[in-house]
Every structure is written in structure tokens, then in C-alpha cells.
């Protein structure tokens, strides 16, 4: 494998590869061969919590922006947050993924006093946030109460590409700094982007992945570009499922250690996604955890999965699926192996 890694280096020779699919077999067993070396037949469950839909942002391709007055939106209560972890602790998960948009009303105090019942109610667990861009100060209180891990795709490493999916009172710099700052702090940090966003060129892929290759991301998310019909960019293209496998590949090769998804939106964009997003070098799945009767209202892109195997209550049958990918689904923490 020596000589193929080290063309990922060169931005033409990985080009090329991110262009063609010729050399999709020759990544996918290379990077199937790094996964087992760090992280042997585990796949990773995460229990996913949307508590709310609520943003004050306005990014051109999300279905929670500001501006979708068809959306109806909710909130969950403290209690209600608790009795999912409650719920996903007994089923096995040993992380929870708190996300949402980014919601005025969870001010610091509050999410600061979420993450620390939970902390002190399953301390066997890992608490991983995904709330969007706030204050270090503001990463520092929840990473003294016990958060470990930060999820914030940083979308676009392209300033020119940024400005093209989000208004101008979002900005790319800020975004970055925000992930540097995360990792200072003593974070595990998720960054990524989507696949086949409106006006994503390959130059712009690769400057993502030299721009991961800077921040060293211990988590990264990919997954193909949905178009959401209330959004600016509803008419757009979605993207490839085979780039974004290629990718996940990629990212394998690229970073050994990484803990990867197989995302949702690739189970949504095509039957079987998640199971093919494994194959290629993913490890992580993120089962739902959040009340059945909100999960269709998370619309951050059309036709989100939102019952079956990315539920929970399929964790059997995922747990089967998983087995027949040659893997293996685990319950532990699954912390990022040391690189």
C-alpha cells in the first residue's frame, strides 16, 4: 500500500483518483486493511439525540435555517434529553450525541447543566456535543463538565465555496477557529463536509482534505449532498453515493485513526448506503435515540431516514446487518485510537 498512500499527497496524483473510479477497489481493500489494523471488526454505535430544530443561523442547504417558516420545530425538555440517554444506556450505547441547531435558548448554563447530569447519571459514558460555533469560553464550561467530544463540520475549506452556501454573516475563518479551538481545549473534534454540495469542485475537495490533513480531526463526517425542498438550494443535484464512498476510503487511508460514520444520508440517498459506507473504511453508526414523534421534524435534508435500522429500536436487525459486512457491533465507549 506504501507507494498508492503517499500519491494521496500529491494533489494531482489524488485528483485523478477522486475523478475516476479506477482505483475505488484498490482503496476500499487499503483502507479496509487500515481500519482492522487500529480498530480490528468493531463498529462503533453512537445514540443520536436531535433535541431541537430550532437555529438562528440561515445556511443556503439546511432545512432547520432560520427563514423555513414551514418547518415545524420543537424543543426537549432537560427530562426529556435524560429519558433518551436513559433509554439508549439500557439498549447498550456508551455515547450520546447531543445535536442540534444552533438554538438561542440552550444558552451556556443550560446545555453546561444538560452535559453534567449526564455526566454524573451515566459516567461509564461519553458525552459528544454538536451544537454549532460558540465562544472557547463557552467550549471550555462543557468541557469542564464533562463533554469530550465536538462534532462541527466545518462544510467548506474554500473560503469562495463557503460564501456560496452560507450568508454573509457566517464565516469560514471563524468556523476553523472554532475547530482549533475545540482541540486546544483537549477535545476529540468531528469535522467534514458534504459530498457534491451545489458549486463543490474537486480543487475544493482536495483543499478540504488538506485542510483536515492541518486540523488533524479525530472524527470525521461525510456524507452526500441532500437537497431540502424548503431551502435556497432545493432545485440543486443531491450528490454520488460512489464519490463519497471513494472518499470515505480516502479518509481511511488518509487518517488510520479516524473514527468515520456511515451516515444516515447515505442510507437515505441509496437502500443499503450505510452498509456500503462500512466497506469502504467507516467504523461509527449513530442509531437515533431521539422521541419517535420528533424524528420527521429534524428536517435538515428531504426524506431523512427517520424509522428502521437507524433507530434504535433496530438495533437487532442493525446489529445483523452490521455482522453481515463482515463487522462487528459494539457497545464500549469507542474512544480514537492514538495517532
Known amino acids: 500500500m506504501g507507494n498508492f498512500s503517499l500519491n494521496l499527497q500529491d494533489d494531482s496524483a489524488l485528483k485523478k483518483v477522486l475523478e475516476t473510479g479506477e482505483y475505488d477497489k484498490e482503496l476500499a481493500e487499503i483502507a479496509l486493511e487500515i481500519r482492522r489494523h487500529y480498530y480490528g471488526d468493531a463498529v462503533y454505535m453512537r445514540g443520536l439525540i436531535e433535541f431541537s430544530s430550532y ?35 439500557e439498549l447498550g450505547f456508551r455515547t450520546f ?84 479551538d475545540l482541540k486546544e481545549l483537549g477535545y476529540q473534534v468531528g ?28 472524527m470525521i463526517g461525510i456524507g452526500p449532498f441532500i437537497h431540502q425542498s424548503s431551502t435556497p438550494l432545493a432545485t440543486c443535484a443531491n450528490g454520488s453515493v460512489e464519490l463519497t464512498l471513494r472518499l470515505i476510503s480516502i479518509m481511511r487511508i488518509l487518517f488510520p485513526y479516524a473514527l468515520i460514520p456511515a451516515t444516515t444520508a447515505l442510507g437515505t440517498i441509496r437502500p443499503g448506503g450505510r452498509e456500503l459506507g462500512l466497506k469502504a473504511g467507516a467504523n461509527v453508526v449513530m442509531p437515533n435515540l431521539s422521541p419517535v414523534r420528533v424524528r420527521g421534524q429534524y428536517a435538515i435534508y428531504d426524506d431523512k431516514l427517520s ?17 453481515a459486512c463482515g463487522f462487528r457491533l459494539v457497545s464500549d465507549r469507542g474512544d480514537v485510537a492514538k495517532h
Open 55 to 89: 437555529c438562528r443561523c440561515n445556511c443556503y442547504y439546511c432545512g432547520l435555517r432560520r427563514d423555513n417558516t414551514g418547518l415545524e420545530r420543537y424543543r426537549l425538555t432537560r427530562e426529556e434529553i435524560l429519558a433518551c440517554c436513559q433509554e439508549g444506556w
Open 97 to 180: 450525541v447531543l445535536q442540534s441547531g444552533e438554538d438561542p435558548q440552550f444558552t451556556d448554563a443550560i446545555m453546561a447543566e444538560i452535559v453534567a447530569a449526564i455526566h454524573e447519571r451515566f459516567p461509564d459514558c461519553a458525552v459528544t456535543l454538536s451544537i454549532g460555533e460558540r465562544s472557547k469560553e463557552s467550549y471550555r464550561k462543557f468541557f469542564q463538565v464533562g463533554a469530550r467530544r465536538y462534532l462541527l463540520r466545518h462544510e467548506a475549506a474554500s473560503t469562495e465555496l463557503y460564501a456560496k452556501l452560507h450568508p454573509a454573516t457566517m464565516s469560514c475563518a471563524h468556523r476553523r477557529q472554532c475547530l482549533f
Open 191 to 218: 469535522a467534514g463536509f458534504m459530498v457534491g454540495a451545489p458549486f463543490q469542485t474537486t480543487e475544493n475537495i482536495i483543499e478540504d482534505l488538506r485542510f483536515m490533513q492541518t486540523l488533524k480531526p479525530d
Open 307 to 323: 424509522t428502521g435500522l437507524e433507530a434504535a429500536q433496530g438495533l437487532e436487525a442493525l446489529r445483523q446487518s452490521v455482522a
